[in-house]
Nanobody
Framework: QVQLVESGGGSVQSGGSLRLSCGVSGDRYSTYCMGWFRQAPRKERGGVSGYDTNGVTRYADSVKGRFTISRDNAKNTLYLAMNSLKPEDTAMYYC???????????????????WGQGTQVTVSS
C-alpha cells in the first residue's frame, strides 16, 4: 500500500508564496507518476500539475508560470512551489500517485489510485 502525506499548506496574502511537500512511502517512488490536485468548496477536484516517470511535467492553464512541480526520488518527495498566489488558488491540495505512467493524462484524477489526506491553502485578497 502506498501512503502519501502532504504538508506545507497555510494562509497567505495575494501575491505570496508557499511550497507544498508530499512524502511517499515505499521503495518504488521513482516508478510512479505523481500529481497535485486541488478542490475548492462546492467544486470538483481538478488537476494542478503532474510529473511523469519520463521527467515530463504538465500544468493546468490557470497555474502555468506561477507553480513549479519537482520531485526528489532519493527522498521519496514531491514538491509544488506556488508563487504569485491568487484568492482563486484557495483550495484543499492533494498529492496523488499512479502506478500507471500518466503521460498526457497527468492531470486526470481517474488515473491516480493513491491519495494523500490533503493540505489547505488559503489566499486572502
Amino acid at each position: 500500500q502506498v501512503q502519501l502525506v502532504e504538508s506545507g499548506g497555510g494562509s497567505v496574502q495575494s501575491g505570496g508564496s508557499l511550497r507544498l511537500s508530499c512524502g511517499v512511502s515505499g521503495d518504488r517512488y521513482s516508478t510512479y507518476c505523481m500529481g497535485w490536485f486541488r478542490q475548492a468548496p462546492r467544486k470538483e477536484r481538478g488537476g494542478v500539475s503532474g510529473y511523469d516517470t519520463n521527467g515530463v511535467t504538465r500544468y493546468a492553464d490557470s497555474v502555468k508560470g506561477r507553480f513549479t512541480i519537482s520531485r526528489d526520488n532519493a527522498k521519496n518527495t514531491l514538491y509544488l512551489a506556488m508563487n504569485s498566489l491568487k484568492p482563486e488558488d484557495t483550495a484543499m491540495y492533494y498529492c496523488a500517485a499512479s502506478r500507471v505512467d500518466c503521460g498526457e493524462y497527468a492531470l486526470y484524477t481517474t488515473l491516480f489510485g493513491y491519495w494523500g489526506q490533503g493540505t489547505q491553502v488559503t489566499v486572502s485578497s
